[in-house]
Nanobody, 127 residues
Framework: QVHLVESGGGLVQAGGSLRLSCTAS????????MGWFRQAPGKEREFVAT????????YYADSVKGRFTISRDNAKNTVYLQINSLKPGDTAVYYC????????????????????WGQGTQVTVSS
């Protein structure tokens, strides 16, 4: 059984930083694009960032460019999201996802029905 487990969320003041982690287990994620999405209360889930397995290419939502950095350690089956200069508008549940489609399509199309999701980690930013 496949599991994606996120960690690192919490309560932080505006301007602060967090580092989210997502570790995959149950299979190798060789060839999988990994990504982060978020869902704020009363809003739809939205794309945040994604990273290619093959060449490490990264893609970001415009709203997080320059503040968020996605990275991955393939040997550990782990993807990270470094979040800096947090804003109250970043408050959301952050979800990790894995998908066989290219990272660029993960941004434009979202996660496939055959993709995988984590359970989410809450990030709350106070003003």
């Amino acid at each position: 059984q496949v599991h994606l487990v996120e960690s690192g969320g919490g309560l932080v003041q505006a301007g602060g930083s967090l580092r989210l982690s997502c570790t995959a287990s149950g299979r190798t994620f060789s060839g999988y694009s990994m990504g982060w999405f978020r869902q704020a209360p009363g809003k739809e889930r939205e794309f945040v960032a994604t990273i290619s397995w093959s060449n490490g290419a990264t893609y970001y939502a415009d709203s997080v460019k320059g503040r968020f950095t996605i990275s991955r350690d393939n040997a550990k089956n782990t993807v990270y999201l470094q979040i800096n200069s947090l804003k109250p508008g970043d408050t959301a549940v952050y979800y990790c996802a894995a998908d066989l489609k290219p990272a660029s399509r993960l941004q434009s199309e979202g996660v496939s029905v055959t993709g995988y999701w984590g359970q989410g980690t809450q990030v709350t930013v106070s003003s």
